[in-house]
């Protein structure tokens, strides 16, 4: 672990920090109220939420996928829609349309339901890429653009899409530019036994979603998001960013690394995930602690990588775990002042 001389004394004044771990508490208590065993996973939704990021979810049928999007939608006290991707899904099914008015002789536009805080898609991987791009002018500029007339979204904003793996059937691979918007991807994986057990119990009787009440607002959720943008990075931290995002596009497995976009996802859920941690800047730790989610979906392998029979899935987050352990953590010298730029 490497720290800054001086950073070790920071406080938070203002206790925003505090104030956000305490909130990202609470969602998280909440979402495992429903989600048995998976704390990790519930941990990284909370990261990118806090971090104004999307989230792709991504397993086998039955394994809690849109249960996980929905408890952490109805955790918080904000709009929420969700969006059923079929084959014959259309853009201005996501967006939404104009529509000639016959009482005022003028078209008005009918928000889709992209128009809210949370947007929940369902097996996004079933539509059509022109069905998937809808998303693709809001996930990264928070807008929507139609007929010409740009739409502003409300903050905060956040995709929380689902998605089976390719080798099923109905199922066709996510363009490089939409899977490049999603700043992480998380696995549910099956639950452990004694998880499956506790299910049994609490969704047996009942839908245990019906028992999820808001445990904060979307306003107390913005301020805090954009709190986490002034959690310290050292420049020793930044140059360790930089060269791990590099070494992806240098991989002899990999033909297409990460884009830049990824180093700034990167810096964002790391400054988050500082954030949840009670800290006001942020360690190496905190880097690996999200390397794999933030850039295991955006790495392009070679075809001949692909063909091995391992999980395209696996591979990238083992190249990704055998990145961390080689690229070095730059280490700042004592004598010299610590950089404080942000």
Not at 19 to 29: K, M, Q, Y
Not at 101 to 118: C, K, L, Y
Not at 309 to 333: F, H, M, S, W
Request: hydrophobic share 40%; glycine share 6%; charged share 25%.
């Amino acid at each position: 672990m490497v720290t800054e001389p001086g950073v070790l004394r920071w406080r938070d004044p203002a206790g925003e920090i505090d104030h956000l771990s305490e909130v990202a508490d609470r969602i998280g208590r909440s979402v495992e109220t429903v989600i048995d065993g998976k704390s990790d996973v519930v941990r990284t939704a909370l990261v990118v939420l806090f971090a104004e990021g999307h989230l792709l979810i991504e397993d086998v049928p039955g394994v809690g996928k849109t249960m996980l999007a929905k408890a952490l939608a109805r955790s918080i006290d904000a709009r929420v829609r969700r969006i059923q991707f079929t084959p014959d899904l259309l853009p201005s099914d996501v967006t939404g349309v104009s529509v000639y008015n016959q009482g005022t002789r003028d078209f008005e536009f009918r928000p889709g339901p992209v128009f809210a805080n949370i947007v929940v898609g369902d097996e996004i991987n079933r539509a059509e890429p022109k069905a998937q791009s809808a998303l693709l002018e809001c996930m990264e500029e928070q807008q929507v653009t139609v007929d010409g007339v740009t739409y502003r979204l409300e903050a905060p904003f956040m995709v929380v899409a689902t998605q089976n793996p390719i080798e099923m059937d109905g199922t066709r691979a996510l363009p490089e530019a939409q899977r490049d918007r999603f700043t992480a991807r998380v696995s549910m994986g099956y639950p452990s036994p004694g998880a499956e057990l506790a299910m049994l119990d609490n969704h047996g009787q009942s839908d245990p979603l019906t028992n999820v009440v808001p445990v904060t607002t979307a306003a107390e959720v913005a301020k805090l998001a954009n709190a986490v943008r002034s959690v310290h990075v050292s420049g020793e931290v930044r140059q360790y960013i930089v060269d791990l995002v590099g070494a992806t596009r240098r991989h002899p497995e990999i033909t297409l690394g990460a884009s830049p976009r990824a180093t700034l996802h990167l810096i964002r859920t790391a400054r988050a995930h500082a954030a949840v941690s009670r800290r006001g800047y942020v360690l190496p730790d905190d880097v690996q602690a999200v390397a794999g989610p933030v850039l295991a979906h955006r790495l392009l392998l070679h075809p001949e990588i692909m063909l091995s029979g391992e999980p395209t899935n696996d591979i990238a987050a083992r190249i990704v775990t055998d990145l961390i352990a080689r690229i070095p953590i730059a280490r700042q010298d004592p004598a010299r002042p610590s950089r404080r730029g942000r």
